[in-house]
Antibody, heavy 124, light 108 residues
Framework: QLQLQESGPGLVKPSETLSLTCTVSGDSINSISYYWAWIRQPPGKGLEWIGSIYYSGNTYYNPSLKSRFTISIDTSKYQFSLQVSSVTAADTAVYYC????????????????WGQGTLVTVSS | EIVLTQSPGTLSLSPGESATLSCRASQSVSSSYLAWYQQKPGQAPRLLIYGASSRATGIPDRFSGSGSGTDFTLTISRLEPEDFAVYYCQQYGSSPYTFGQGTKLEIK
């Protein structure tokens, strides 16, 4: 059974770079059938898709967010990562990683399953 | 960007009743590319419905989705205590993928 686990610092100072990692277990991260995604949720608020990456390294991002977000993948470690540069208090959120289906294989781009999430607080 | 508006914001019902949750899109969602998720406090969202009406693996048949174009509905019949949670719709018809603001289903 596929499981995803986020890891990273719980507290980051303003203007610094936030780095999070999602470790995939129970299935291959090299699958041609899926993308791997990052989604965040500010405390008490709704969900925001950040971006997604394919096993080949192909990425696409939410254009509504500024170009401070970078997603990368290390298939040898079964991990994909998120970096957020120049963080502010507005980046305080629970960050989730998730597996994303593809139109070609599943007929759409929904997210299933999700990791348990990790809370990141931006504060000095 | 497609904006999804969910209504009502909060729905108060009793176990055994039926719930009807609405998700309206600011423009047509192509190919009914809409999903529904359930989120309980302190937990990650869980996929319930994809393709507007297909239940995800392991989801009870009291959960059903319908709709097309700009109007979609999640219906939960015979509410169980574990169904009280926040529900989000998500469109994946066009990037950026967007979510509604959520409907909180609470026990009356």
């Amino acid at each position: 059974q596929l499981q995803l686990q986020e890891s990273g610092p719980g507290l980051v100072k303003p203007s610094e770079t936030l780095s999070l990692t999602c470790t995939v277990s129970g299935d291959s991260i090299n699958s041609i059938s899926y993308y791997w995604a990052w989604i965040r949720q500010p405390p008490g608020k709704g969900l925001e898709w950040i971006g997604s990456i394919y096993y080949s390294g192909n990425t696409y991002y939410n254009p509504s967010l500024k170009s401070r977000f970078t997603i990368s993948i290390d298939t040898s470690k079964y991990q994909f990562s998120l970096q957020v540069s120049s963080v502010t208090a507005a980046d305080t959120a629970v960050y989730y990683c998730a597996r994303q289906t593809t139109v070609a294989v599943s007929g759409g781009n929904w997210f299933d399953p999700w990791g348990q999430g990790t809370l990141v607080t931006v504060s000095s | 960007e497609i904006v999804l508006t969910q209504s009502p914001g909060t729905l108060s019902l009793s176990p055994g009743e039926s719930a009807t949750l609405s998700c309206r899109a600011s423009q047509s969602v192509s190919s009914s590319y809409l999903a529904w998720y359930q989120q309980k406090p302190g937990q990650a969202p869980r996929l319930l419905i994809y393709g507007a009406s297909s239940r995800a693996t392991g989801i009870p048949d009291r959960f059903s989705g319908s709709g097309s174009g700009t109007d979609f509905t999640l219906t939960i019949s015979r509410l169980e205590p574990e169904d009280f949670a926040v529900y989000y719709c998500q469109q994946y018809g066009s990037s950026p993928y967007t979510f509604g603001q959520g409907t909180k289903l609470e026990i009356k």
